[in-house]
């Protein structure tokens, strides 16, 4: 994109906007600073962030209650949706807790990100149990599909859970996409059926999201959509289409919120259009075979510490594939990524 030239008057406009911004924020904060001196706020409670809105956060209180709507200390940046908190709420004369402030982050045990309009790296989401690929029979995934959202997620370091859904279209007999499957689950990975045509066809991943904080991933068409929309209760969604409807004026990016599942034990969503579409982003050769699980106790034993597991004498990784104990298709998709990192695949998050 070529740089737009600005007229003296449109930056003056600008840098006005930006200097009120400015001024309010700290005016805030002064007023915040001045409350938590004059004890109007509660004592620290630890909380999760659960919608983010600038600077504004909706945050839960971890004994339960309502989320409260809270706003940041200056010099807190950067918190997103899924974030541990440390914040106080101020109660007004009947002791209604109002609002709070967000006094501290607690450390992530990880963080999702995704590129920004420039390519820079950002946070979207933190502190997630595992994320789950959704696939489906119809659209049927093309053969390496599976394996780039696997290595996406060991990136993470987020647990990657593989749901096969639409199961009620599958053949009688499974078809290859369930010989697929058991290949996975061969490797380790944890893999679920569902099916949003039929009453129980959730059982196995209600199952799956107790107790864990999960987002949803998947390829467009697979399901993801209808497969939330039973998951949660209409009230939650509605709030999550009314967040999303007054973001469309403003040029924010979509937001993340996390959901509370109400048909199993303690189970929560983070969803937002962004996090579905998560992909491969800015990964090198090294990360991506470590990336493939069954690679990993082979790397750093080929012949040449620098093998890059082509045609290399004494390359570990070729040597199992020789041997039947690396499938040959999982190495030939390991090979499609690599050769993909600079091509124009490589432009992050799938679509
Ligand atoms: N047969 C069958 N169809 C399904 C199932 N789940 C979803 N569908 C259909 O698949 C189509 C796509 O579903 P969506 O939920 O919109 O898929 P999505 O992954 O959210 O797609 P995007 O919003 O484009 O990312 C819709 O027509 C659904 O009715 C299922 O279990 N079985
Ligand atoms: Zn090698």
Known sequence: MSKRK?????????EKVQAERARRSEQRDAQDSRKLAAGEYGPEQ????????????????????????????????????????????????????VDGVVVARSERQNVLERPDARGQ????????????????VEPAPHPNLIDRYLVAA?????????????????????????????RYETLGY???????????????????????????????????????????????LR???????????THTTTTARLYDLPTAEKAELIDSPGIREFGLVHLDEQQVAEGFIEFRDLLGRCRFRDCRHRQEPGCALLEAVERGEVHPERFASYRRIVESLNGPERLGWLK
Request: hydrophobic share 40%; net charge negative; proline share 4%.
């Open 239 to 249: 709030i999550g289409a009314l967040s999303k409807d007054s973001r469309k004026g």
């Open 46 to 97: 630890p909380g999760r962030v659960i919608a983010h809105f600038g600077r504004t956060l909706d945050v839960r209180g971890d004994d339960g209650g309502g989320p409260v709507r809270c706003h940041l200390r200056a010099n807190l940046e950067g918190l997103v949706t899924g974030d541990r908190v440390v914040w106080r709420a101020a109660q007004d004369s009947s002791g209604n807790v």
């Open 6 to 14: 600005l007229s003296r008057q449109q930056r003056w406009r600008i």
């Open 121 to 136: 790296l950002k946070p979207v989401a933190a502190n997630i149990d595992q994320i789950l690929i959704v696939f489906a």
């Open 154 to 182: 060991e990136a993470t370091g987020i647990a990657p859970v593989l749901v096969l859904n639409k199961i009620d279209l599958l053949p009688e007999d499974g078809g290859e996409l369930t010989a697929l499957l058991h």
């Open 190 to 236: 944890a893999v679920v059926t569902s099916t949003t045509a039929r009453e129980d066809g959730l059982e196995a991943l209600h199952a799956c999201l107790a107790e864990r904080t999960s987002v949803f991933v998947g390829q467009s068409g697979v399901g993801k959509s209808s497969l939330i929309d039973r998951l949660l209760p209409e009230e939650e």
